[in-house]
């Protein structure tokens, strides 16, 4: 790669998001070459991915440049590549773009959709890591309408209405509660012709509640809260086929779909070169100690959702979202100062700031250490938390006025297929 010889130390994060650019931003003012690999030029904020998926906002409303992000430290280089492997014993990445040597490695790459090994869900499931994938629901969703508007097969048409989404976590949750919206305040003025009613939500668990990482009570009241916006919800229900219009569940029951999301689970985005043993094998994450150290080695670490750590607090890791990855970022920038100053490092400890799902207009669960909130308070809380995390002013600024729209006028304004999603035969 064309990156200068500064006679600095050399760090390599791979991965812009939340943990990369949390430990990018606090290297500032630190004696290192700060290097930065994503195969996207820009940060996306995840937790409002569904909403791009709804036709809430925009993409360019949650996602922010990379460079500008960082343009601050002067020490900084980015390079829009994906990392093929790892040479930890000749500390070299491999990419698509060149290779490059390092001092320090920072793994930062997140996770990834996990399938469970199930081929053809995997092939024919809608997942939504991604706002390219985001924009293919928005585009399958509005294309499926526009078929049903004009379809004279009422067994067709049902197919095309018929959303099923698998996992009820806070995505699967959200997104569900997003979808009935739609149903009950935009697509019977858009599609004035159309049954509304014949559009179904399905949302799937495989275990006995909704919302597993949150407390009983914010399950329960999410529960209630779905139902009431007119939301099938199935537990203990296990999806194991989808051939493109055909769900089948495990006890056989099979349903007539062309809108099958995926939500169910993630998997570590590891990248080859490190020995199967500094791997959890289940979770696909590098094994990491109290200062995020990589099992066996010292210059190379993990942080973010790609880390595991074992502690009294977490004996099963750190829960993959987005505070353990920002200050897993903030405190590794400071121990990689100390580092160099041959100083003794400080150990990671976690910081719960809760847990959050809004389900709809008003409607939200909010487990804020011993508190519990549901309803319009939690979803306030829901709202400004989120506006404040988002990246750049500019972006917080067109969220805020997008979330003011949609609320007044019962609306959606992103209503467009900007692009057709082809199906996969």
């Known amino acids: 790669m064309n990156l200068p010889d500064t006679g600095q130390k ?101 996770t990834k959709t996990n399938f469970f090994g199930n081929q053809n869900i995997a092939r024919y499931a809608m997942p939504m890591k991604t706002v390219p994938q985001a924009l293919d629901i928005r585009s399958l969703m509005l294309q499926n309408f526009e078929k049903a508007d004009d379809c004279l097969d009422p067994v067709e048409r049902k197919a095309l209405l018929n959303f099923c989404i698998v996992g009820a976590g806070p995505t699967g949750v959200e997104l569900a509660g997003a979808f009935a919206e739609l149903k009950n305040n935009v697509f019977p003025k858009d599609y004035r012709h159309l049954n509304i009613d014949e559009m179904e939500i399905n949302l799937f668990e495989g275990g006995p509640r909704v919302l597993p990482p949150m407390s009983e009570n914010a399950s329960k009241k999410a529960t209630e809260f779905l139902k009431a916006l007119g939301v099938r919800v199935h537990l203990n229900v296990i999806a194991s086929d989808y051939d493109g ?66 502690t009294d607090g977490f004996p099963k890791g750190h829960p993959q979202v987005a505070q353990p990855a920002i200050q897993q970022g903030e405190l590794l920038a400071d121990n990689l100062e100390r580092m160099l100053e041959g100083k003794e490092l400080k150990p990671f400890t976690y910081r719960d700031k809760g847990t959050m799902a809004t389900i709809g207009r008003n409607k939200a669960v909010a487990d804020i250490k011993k508190l519990k909130f549901a309803g319009f308070f939690a979803w306030f809380i829901w709202m400004f938390v989120h506006l404040m995390a988002l990246v750049g002013f500019r972006n917080k600024v067109v969220v805020f006025f997008n979330w003011a729209y949609n609320y007044i006028n019962y609306d959606k304004a992103a209503r467009l297929i900007m692009r057709r999603f082809r199906p996969k035969a």
């Open 10 to 110: 050399r760090i390599v994060i791979i991965g812009g998001g939340f943990a990369g650019i949390s430990l990018a931003k606090n290297l500032k003012g630190v004696d290192l070459q700060v290097v930065l690999i994503d195969r996207h030029n820009y940060h996306t904020f995840q937790p409002l991915l569904y909403q791009v998926s709804t036709s809430g906002l925009e993409p360019d409303s949650i996602a922010y440049p990379l460079r500008k992000v960082l343009n601050e430290l002067d020490n900084f280089y980015f390079r829009m590549a994906s990392v093929q492997r790892i040479d930890p014993d000749g500390k070299t990445v491999f990419t698509d773009i060149g290779n490059l040597g390092y001092d320090y490695l920072v793994l930062a790459t997140g």
């Open 245 to 310: 219009e055909r769900l089948t569940l495990k006890d056989g029951t099979t349903l007539n779909t062309k809108n099958f999301i995926w939500t169910a689970g993630v998997t570590g985005a590891a990248i080859e070169g490190f020995a199967t043993h500094v791997l959890v094998e289940r979770l696909n994450r590098y094994k990491v100690n109290r200062f995020n150290q990589v099992e066996g080695y010292d210059t190379v670490f993990a942080i973010g959702d790609i880390a595991y750590m074992e």
